[in-house]
Every structure is written in C-alpha cells, then in structure tokens.
C-alpha cells in the first residue's frame, strides 16, 4: 500500500494529490506541516475504502524546501505518511 504524492516536487500554489489506499470507508484527516513542525493546513475529507486520491493546493507563500503530510484515520491512528518538496 504505497502512498503517492504528485507533483512531486512541487511549486508554491500548486496543486498536490496524495495517493493512498484507506482500509475502510470514513473520514480521514491530511495534515500538512513544515519541517519546524508547523501546520501548514489541515483537510478533512471522506474517503471510500480501497484506493483514494486526496488533494489539497500548497500556499502562494509556502518557502521552498521539505513539508511532511500524513493521513489520519478518525480515530487517530496514522494511514500514511511521507514527504513533499517545495521548490
């Protein structure tokens, strides 16, 4: 159960989708932070059981360099998690 993350790298205002496969169908929440820990944003979407496509648009004012996602279940346990460049 790879997860995808694409463009990747990316540019600032660009939308990002994130490819992930969800072992049941409900809420998710994707959370984005800066390598200070800061959040960047948070999303929360439903999603269907099997394969998902989440995505979100970086901010115009985003600094280039890494940002960590990852990808919360609704009781708080982690379905994924990875990393996004920022050029």
């Known amino acids: 159960n790879e997860t995808k993350a ?5 540019r600032p205002g660009q939308t990002i989708t994130i ?9 998710i929440s994707l959370q984005i932070f800066n390598t ?3 959040a ?3 999303w929360n979407m439903p999603a269907n059981k099997g394969v998902n ?4 648009t970086t901010g115009q004012h985003w600094a ?3 940002y960590f996602f ?6 708080g346990r982690v379905a994924a998690s990875g990393q996004i460049i920022i050029q």
């Open 6 to 10: 694409f463009p990747n790298p990316a």
């Open 19 to 27: 490819e992930q496969h969800v072992a049941t169908t409900e809420k």
């Open 36 to 38: 200070a820990g800061t």
């Open 40 to 42: 960047m944003g948070v």
């Open 53 to 56: 496509q989440f995505r979100f």
């Open 64 to 66: 280039s360099g890494a």
């Open 70 to 75: 990852r990808i919360l279940y609704a009781n």
